[in-house]
């Protein structure tokens, strides 16, 4: 098999992404790359290489097949568990969509979006989805919880719903405060 790091890789003049030897056909933006477009070997010593950019499809091939063991897993523990099941699939269900995000923003810069990459984006985000659900229950109860109580004891309809109200906002309030404060910090600050 031959080593793509050894070969001279074309740059789309269309978008700059980087494609493989003797592609006549850039695989993002499907511009016509024509014999004068620039050629562009890898560096060995410590600088970036590139990596063999797949082309489309098979890389959409591999958020089908997350998502397709995703929602094997989902259905298998909705099976046994219905809320649990519920539950897992609205926490990966964002996870997948920013897996997805995350891979066109790589091939949108050239950058190969890989098997284990898309894995591993997917698994960060499912924790921090997580994290996010689990403080905005967890707020949510402490909120609802005694104005609930309150409102059972006086038998007020009107309580409850302020009870619900409250503790609405307050799961929407922790999640954002905990999406702040976890979310990776990818702006950098211009002198």
């Known amino acids: 098999m031959k080593d793509l790091n050894d070969a001279d890789w074309v740059r789309c003049p269309g978008c700059g992404a ?20 620039e050629r562009v070997r890898p560096s060995r010593g410590g600088g970036e290489t590139l990596a063999p950019v797949g082309s489309r499809s098979s890389s959409e ?3 089908v097949m ?61 924790a921090v989805v997580a994290s996010v659900f689990i403080s905005a229950v967890i707020a949510f109860v402490i909120t609802c919880f005694p104005i609930g109580l309150a409102a059972f004891a006086q038998e007020s309809q009107a309580l409850l719903v302020v009870a619900l109200i409250a503790g609405g906002f307050a799961a929407v309030a922790a999640a954002w405060l905990t999406y702040r404060k976890i979310r990776p910090r990818t702006t950098k600050k211009v002198a």
């Open 66 to 126: 997350l998502a397709i063991i995703v929602g094997v897993v989902c259905l298998g523990v909705g099976r046994e568990t219905p809320v649990y099941g519920i539950v897992l699939a609205v926490v990966a269900a964002p996870a997948l969509v920013w897996t997805e995000v995350v891979a066109r923003r790589e091939r949108a810069r050239g950058l190969a979006a890989t098997a284990p990459g898309r894995v591993t984006t997917f698994l960060v985000t499912l």
């Open 61 to 63: 091939l591999t958020l």
């Open 18 to 37: 980087y494609n493989q030897p003797g592609t006549p056909v850039c695989y993002l933006c499907r511009y016509e790359i024509g014999p004068g477009a």
